[in-house]
């Protein structure tokens, strides 16, 4: 595997922070340049209060949460009315309603799914909770809620959550969480933070996971020592799930996480402590597996997708991911087995902070902006 840095001079930072401090207003679409090629940006449905995770479901419309604890539909470039039954969420800094995922079999089970910081004794932690999604007149609602997933250690922190929902193929789903603001909680593993957890559809768990008997770690664990995943997807290249997440002072981080091993946090780091101190031992150590790709100064990254539409074909296979700090896309370019050999940056400052990305089924980028008159934005082509 290719491991790659990004580093920027001082000057080049403080140019993107000097375009980072004027958006763009997207009251009707508008033409920008990604290098070379002409893409539309336009806002759809109103203003969201800081969107979190959107999804689409097979009609066509596509359901988006408030991190403050709504989830709404986009049906016909309108926002419903908040969707009713949504349980109590610890909507407080980081915390909130998160990532939401509809079900493979959403068609026939009007099934969706979607992580949350759920309040209980001592404090909150990272959960996951399905319902079936009922649209029959002009109040949708959820019902059937069933938690199947909940942290339990929950502590009084209100950030590093996680947390991203992927479904594989092979019909379990990944699970991110944030290390809660204590990176030994990442070295444990008899602790769901700092993790990758895999699950199946109705919270048990797979036979086949490095830890499915409760030896060594728990049961859900898939990957340990993670700093705070914001981002995962399926990869169909590697048939793999990748994920990013923030460094500290430096270091975010992109793998793709294998079956029982650990990837550092805190004990390696491509970053520092926000003091300047050193991190652990250094960048590398015995037992410890190395990011596919890191950045240093960090992004801040948050929302990933592989790019598998027809729209972009120069971007297919290669990977899209939001900057919350520099207020752009990150599109890492890819080799054909995979690899990542190269970055390239687009959109600074036009929209804000980027939250989320998806790739739309016909082939355009949908953007999630995380502030408090947040939108989404649709990118396509325009040439």
């Given at each position: 595997?290719?491991?790659?840095?990004?580093?920027?001079?001082?000057?080049?930072?403080?140019g993107l922070a000097?375009?980072?401090?004027?958006?763009?207003?997207?009251?009707?679409?508008?033409?920008?340049?990604?290098?070379?090629?002409?893409?539309?940006?336009?806002?759809?449905?109103?203003?969201?209060?800081?969107?979190?995770?959107?999804?689409?479901?097979?009609?066509?419309?596509?359901?988006?949460?408030?991190?403050?604890?709504?989830?709404?539909?986009?049906?016909?470039?309108?926002?419903?009315?908040?969707?009713?039954?949504?349980?109590?969420?610890?909507?407080?800094?980081?915390?909130?309603?998160?990532?939401?995922?509809?079900?493979?079999?959403?068609?026939?089970?009007?099934?969706?799914?979607?992580?949350?910081?759920?309040?209980?004794?001592?404090?909150?932690?990272?959960?996951?909770?399905?319902?079936?999604?009922?649209?029959?007149?002009?109040?949708?609602?959820?019902?059937?809620?069933?938690?199947?997933?909940?942290?339990?250690?929950?502590?009084?922190?209100?950030?590093?959550?996680?947390?991203?929902?992927?479904?594989?193929?092979?019909?379990?789903?990944?699970?991110?969480?944030?290390?809660?603001?204590?990176?030994?909680?990442?070295?444990?593993?008899?602790?769901?933070?700092?993790?990758?957890?895999?699950?199946?559809?109705?919270?048990?768990?797979?036979?086949?996971?490095?830890?499915?008997?409760?030896?060594?770690?728990?049961?859900?664990?898939?990957?340990?020592?993670?700093?705070?995943?914001?981002?995962?997807?399926?990869?169909?290249?590697?048939?793999?799930?990748?994920?990013?997440?923030?460094?500290?002072k430096g270091g975010?981080?992109?793998?793709?996480?294998?079956?029982?091993?650990?990837?550092?946090?805190?004990?390696?780091?491509?970053?520092?402590?926000?003091?300047?101190?050193?991190?652990?031992?250094?960048?590398?150590?015995?037992?410890?597996?190395?990011?596919?790709?890191?950045?240093?100064?960090?992004?801040?990254?948050?929302?990933?997708?592989?790019?598998?539409?027809?729209?972009?074909?120069?971007?297919?296979?290669?990977?899209?991911?939001?900057?919350?700090?520099?207020?752009?896309?990150?599109?890492?370019?890819?080799?054909?087995?995979?690899?990542?050999?190269?970055?390239?940056?687009y959109f600074e400052?036009?929209?804000?902070?980027?939250?989320?990305?998806?790739?739309?089924?016909?082939?355009?980028?949908?953007?999630?902006?995380?502030?408090?008159?947040?939108?989404?934005?649709?990118?396509?082509?325009?040439?």
């Open positions: 595997m290719m491991n790659i840095t990004r580093k920027l001079s001082e000057t080049v930072l403080a000097l375009a980072g401090a004027s958006t763009l207003s997207l009251a009707a679409p508008a033409t920008l340049d990604a290098g070379g090629i002409a893409v539309q940006a336009e806002t759809l449905g109103g203003e969201l209060e800081h969107p979190w995770g959107l999804d689409f479901l097979p009609d066509g419309d596509a359901i988006v949460t408030e991190r403050p604890g709504r989830l709404r539909i986009l049906s016909g470039g309108q926002l419903s009315a908040p969707v009713s039954g949504v349980p109590q969420v610890a909507a407080a800094g980081q915390g909130g309603l998160l990532d939401i995922a509809a079900s493979p079999d959403f068609a026939s089970s009007g099934l969706i799914y979607f992580s949350f910081s759920e309040p209980g004794d001592g404090g909150a932690g990272t959960a996951v909770a399905r319902a079936r999604l009922v649209r029959d007149g002009d109040a949708p609602r959820l019902e059937g809620l069933e938690v199947i997933f909940s942290m339990e250690r929950k502590t009084g922190t209100s950030h590093h959550f996680g947390s991203r929902l992927v479904f594989h193929p092979d019909g379990t789903l990944f699970v991110t969480t944030g290390d809660r603001g204590d990176g030994s909680r990442a070295q444990d593993f008899q602790d769901h933070a700092g993790a990758v957890l895999r699950i199946n559809p109705d919270g048990t768990i797979p036979a086949d996971n490095p830890y499915a008997d409760g030896a060594g770690g728990k049961p859900e664990i898939w990957s340990k020592g993670h700093r705070n995943l914001q981002g995962a997807t399926f990869d169909p290249v590697t048939n793999s799930v990748l994920t990013v997440e923030h460094g500290a975010d981080e992109v793998n793709r996480p294998e079956a029982g091993k650990n990837y550092g946090w805190p004990v390696i780091s491509y970053g520092v402590n926000y003091s300047g101190s050193k991190i652990g031992v250094g960048t590398e150590a015995p037992g410890y597996e190395q990011p596919l790709f890191y950045w240093d100064p960090s992004i801040a990254p948050s929302g990933m997708a592989v790019y598998d539409g027809e729209m972009f074909p120069e971007w297919k296979d290669d990977l899209l991911i939001g900057s919350l700090k520099f207020q752009l896309v990150s599109r890492l370019d890819r080799t054909e087995a995979g690899q990542i050999s190269g970055e390239t940056r400052g036009e929209f804000g902070r980027i939250r989320d990305i998806n790739v739309a089924p016909d082939g355009s980028i949908w953007l999630l902006t995380d502030e408090g008159d947040g939108h989404i934005v649709r990118l396509s082509r325009a040439n």
